[in-house]
């Protein structure tokens, strides 16, 4: 179906009132663009947040802006006139910004298939990462494709502290290892740790919905026995029948989260492992870093491993304890 996308631009004070005038004319769905507001958001959210990028902290423009679709035709043609004249009503208000309206042709066929483009295969050692839609065939015969539906949320593989624990299970993934993932978004790590030889998977995560169905749904593209993976949801922090349920014995446990989260879990992480087996944490900034160690080094770790990429850090431990 072709649409026409149409742009008003406005300002943060202006976004409520336009929007308004647009489900007066029978348009509610819209998407609104504004840096003043998401710059706002992230300022308040700093305490919650190990990282936040400056840019998104900095707005880029003191406009908004709000936009729309209509299907192109007659009928969409009239919603468009009838959104300029009320628009033209406002238009000498200062605090509504220029009122601006832009248009474009958009279809069904680019909403779809454009943000597709953003992904392409990542090789991580042995691993390479593809988006479901690619056809990928292994260079190498030690090479394993594991396939993702990066439409799923919680991660697609891209970030850096994913790209870290990967390069770490790779290592030290023995054959017929169980292995623990706490915080296991959409189970990237979870089925790697699969195909790379683990026996048996724990994927858990506070999502109770989100979570499980994306990493169910990445378990089904990739050639493994789905009966090896067990997905729950639940705190292991904070919830006794969460721990329960998880239980103990594994070789290794995983967290790709923040400090926040890492740093109370290191004691617990013990509690789910044989005595000598590793924990493997990412997710830690370098201001973090050094708290973090000393989280490890209280429950008793034994760092063996520390690797960063681009500010982002990875900790292997083992605990004799």
Avoid at 96 to 112: C, F, P, V
Avoid at 264 to 281: D, N, R, V, Y
Wanted: with cysteine; hydrophobic share 40%; net charge negative.
């Amino acid at each position: 179906m072709e649409w026409i996308k149409t742009s008003i631009e406005t300002t943060s004070a202006g976004v409520d009132a336009v929007t308004g005038i647009l489900m007066n004319c029978g348009i509610s769905g819209v998407e609104i663009i504004d840096s003043q507001e998401r710059a706002r958001f992230f300022a308040d959210s700093t305490r919650t947040w190990d990282y936040a990028d400056e840019a998104l902290l900095t707005p880029d423009s003191d406009s908004a802006f709000v936009v729309f679709y209509v299907t192109k035709n007659s009928e969409g043609a009239k919603q468009i006139q009838d959104v300029a004249a009320a628009l033209h009503v406002v238009a000498n208000s200062d605090e509504y910004g220029s009122l601006t309206m832009r248009q474009e042709s958009a279809n069904d066929e680019t909403w779809l298939h454009e943000w597709k483009k953003h992904f392409t295969p990542i090789r991580l050692g042995r691993i390479i990462i593809v988006p479901e839609w690619v056809e990928y065939k292994a260079v190498q015969p030690t090479d394993i494709i594991f396939t993702i539906d990066p439409g799923t949320a919680f991660g697609t593989g891209q970030h850096q502290t994913t790209q870290l624990c990967v390069n770490a299970l790779q290592k030290h993934i023995q054959p017929n290892d169980r292995v623990l993932d706490i915080g296991c978004g959409s189970g990237i790590l979870s089925i790697i740790s699969l195909l790379l030889g683990a026996s048996y998977v724990c994927a858990i995560d506070i999502d109770p919905a989100g979570a499980i169905a994306a990493t169910k749904r990445n378990a089904e593209l990739n050639p493994i026995d789905i009966s090896r993976i067990k997905v729950l949801s639940g705190d292991v922090i904070t919830d006794t029948t969460a721990r329960s349920s998880v239980g103990a014995g594994y070789d290794i446990v995983v967290a790709n989260i923040v400090a926040d989260v890492i740093i109370p879990l290191a004691p617990l992480a013990k509690t789910f492992e044989s005595k000598g087996k590793k924990f493997i944490a990412s997710g830690i900034i370098t201001s973090r870093l050094a708290e973090v160690m000393q989280a490890f080094a209280e429950a008793g770790y034994e760092i063996v491993e520390e690797e960063e990429l681009d500010g982002w850090h990875c900790l292997v431990g083992v605990c004799n304890a």
